[in-house]
C-alpha cells in the first residue's frame, strides 16, 4: 500500500519507508538511495492530493547532484516493465515505465537540485514572475511528500516552500501578466487579432492558451494561492474568493474560439474587463500600471 502522507512528511530525513510502498516504488527508493547522485526522493502529484483517483501514477521527483546512468535507470526498470520509457527529454529529463502486474505506473522526473533550489528561492525570495506558472514549482514542493532525504536537504526545501505568499510577489506577478493581455503593443489579443485577419487558426489558438496561461497565473497570485500546474484549473479558479465568477467568461472564451471571426475578440475583452475589475477590488490597481513592464521573454511575442 501507500505511505500515509502524514507520516511521510514527519518522518527523519533518509528513513527507510520502502515497506510502506508500492514494490516498484519501493524499488526506485531501495537503488536510488545507493547512488552518490541521489540527494533526495518525493512523491508528489495527484498521490498527495485530494484528487487520486484508481488511475493516478506515482509522480516521483528526484534531486540530483550528478546524473545517474541511463544503464542504471534501465536495468531497474526492467525488473517490471520490458516497454521502459528511459531517458525522456521531452518536457526535462525522465523516466516513464510500470509495474504492470501489480498496475502501478510511475513517471520519475529528474531536477538538479542546486538549480531547483535556486530557481525557488528566486521567486519566494526574489520575487520574480514568469509568463504564466509563476509559482508551480513551489506548489509542487510544498504538495510534495519526501520517501528519501540523503542529508535533511529537502526538510529545508519543505521549510522554505512553507513560507507565506509574498506581497511583492503578488504584485509582481499581476504587473508582469497583465499587460500582455491587451495593453501592450504585442498583447495576446493585439496578435490574435492579426492571426483571424491573416486567417490563422493555429496562431490563434496558440495565443489564446498563452493568454489563459497569463489569466490563471494573475488569479491565483490575486488570491494568494499557488499555482497548481496546468490540469483541473476551472475547479481550482471556482473554489478562490477572487475568481470563481470568472469561470463562465473562460467557458465563453474558450467556445468562441470555435468561431473566432464572429465572437473571439469580444469575450477576450469581456474576461480582460472583469479580471482587472478583481484586480482592483483586491486592492492591486496599482499593480496594473504598466509604466516599464513593457518587455517580455516570451519568445512568441
Same mark, same amino acid.
Given at each position: 500500500g501507500?505511505?500515509?502522507?502524514?507520516?511521510?512528511?514527519?518522518?527523519?530525513?533518509?528513513i527507510?519507508v520502502?515497506?510502506?510502498?508500492?514494490?516498484a516504488?519501493?524499488?526506485?527508493?531501495?537503488?536510488?538511495?545507493? *547512488?552518490?547522485?541521489?540527494?533526495?526522493i518525493a512523491?508528489?502529484?495527484? *498521490?498527495?492530493?485530494?484528487?487520486?483517483?484508481?488511475a493516478?501514477?506515482y509522480d516521483?521527483?528526484?534531486?540530483?547532484?550528478?546524473?545517474?546512468?541511463?544503464?542504471?535507470r534501465?536495468?531497474l526498470?526492467? *525488473?517490471f516493465d520490458s516497454?521502459?520509457?528511459?531517458g525522456?527529454t521531452?518536457?526535462?529529463?525522465?523516466?516513464?515505465?510500470?509495474?504492470?502486474?501489480?498496475?502501478?505506473?510511475?513517471?520519475l522526473?529528474?531536477w538538479?537540485r542546486?538549480?531547483?533550489?535556486?530557481q525557488?528561492?528566486e521567486?519566494?525570495?526574489?520575487?520574480h514572475?514568469?509568463?504564466?506558472?509563476?509559482?508551480?514549482?513551489?506548489h509542487?514542493?510544498?504538495?510534495?511528500t519526501?520517501?528519501?532525504?540523503?542529508?535533511g536537504w529537502?526538510?529545508?526545501?519543505?521549510t522554505l516552500?512553507?513560507?507565506?505568499y509574498p506581497?511583492?510577489l503578488?504584485?509582481?506577478?499581476?504587473?508582469?501578466n497583465?499587460?500582455?493581455?491587451?495593453?501592450?503593443?504585442?498583447s495576446?489579443?493585439?496578435?490574435?487579432?492579426?492571426?483571424i485577419e491573416?486567417d490563422?487558426?493555429?496562431s490563434?489558438?496558440?495565443r489564446?492558451?498563452a493568454?489563459?496561461?497569463?489569466?490563471f497565473?494573475?488569479v491565483?497570485?490575486?488570491?494568494?494561492t499557488?499555482h497548481?500546474?496546468?490540469?483541473?484549473?476551472?475547479?481550482?479558479?471556482?473554489q478562490?474568493?477572487?475568481?470563481?465568477?470568472?469561470v463562465?467568461?473562460?467557458?465563453?472564451?474558450?467556445?468562441?474560439?470555435?468561431?473566432p471571426?464572429r465572437?473571439l475578440?469580444?469575450?477576450?475583452?469581456?474576461?480582460?474587463d472583469?479580471?482587472d475589475?478583481?484586480?482592483?477590488?483586491?486592492g492591486?490597481?496599482?499593480?496594473?500600471?504598466t509604466?516599464?513592464?513593457?518587455?517580455?521573454?516570451?519568445p512568441?511575442?
Open positions: 501507500v505511505r500515509d502522507p502524514a507520516q511521510a512528511r514527519a518522518a527523519p530525513a533518509g527507510d520502502t515497506g510502506k510502498l508500492p514494490d516504488v519501493a524499488a526506485i527508493v531501495t537503488c536510488f538511495a545507493t *547512488r552518490p547522485e541521489v540527494a533526495a512523491l508528489g502529484g495527484s *498521490r498527495t492530493s485530494s484528487h487520486i483517483d484508481a493516478s501514477d516521483l521527483y528526484v534531486y540530483l547532484d550528478g546524473e545517474i546512468p541511463l544503464d542504471v534501465r536495468e526498470a526492467a *525488473r516497454d521502459a520509457e528511459i525522456n521531452w518536457f526535462g529529463p525522465g523516466d516513464e515505465w510500470a509495474d504492470r502486474a501489480a498496475g502501478v505506473s510511475v513517471d522526473m529528474y538538479e542546486a538549480g531547483f533550489e535556486r525557488l528561492r521567486v519566494i525570495e526574489g520575487y514572475p514568469s509568463i504564466g506558472y509563476s509559482t508551480a514549482f513551489w509542487t514542493v510544498r504538495h510534495s519526501p520517501i528519501f532525504d540523503r542529508d529537502f526538510a529545508g526545501l519543505l516552500a512553507a513560507t507565506p506581497e511583492p503578488r504584485r509582481a506577478i499581476v504587473a508582469f497583465q499587460p500582455l493581455l491587451r495593453t501592450t503593443r504585442s495576446y489579443r493585439h496578435q490574435i487579432e492579426l492571426a491573416r490563422d487558426p493555429v490563434v489558438q496558440h489564446l492558451t493568454l489563459l496561461a497569463s489569466v497565473d494573475i491565483f497570485a490575486v488570491n494568494r499557488l497548481p500546474g496546468e490540469k483541473r484549473l476551472l475547479d481550482h479558479l471556482g478562490l474568493e477572487h475568481g470563481a465568477h470568472l463562465p467568461r473562460i467557458r465563453a472564451l474558450i467556445l468562441a474560439s470555435a468561431d471571426v465572437g475578440l469580444p469575450a477576450i475583452d469581456a474576461l480582460c472583469d479580471l475589475a478583481t484586480i482592483r477590488d483586491a492591486l490597481a496599482d499593480a496594473i500600471d509604466a516599464g513592464m513593457r518587455n517580455s521573454s516570451d512568441g511575442v
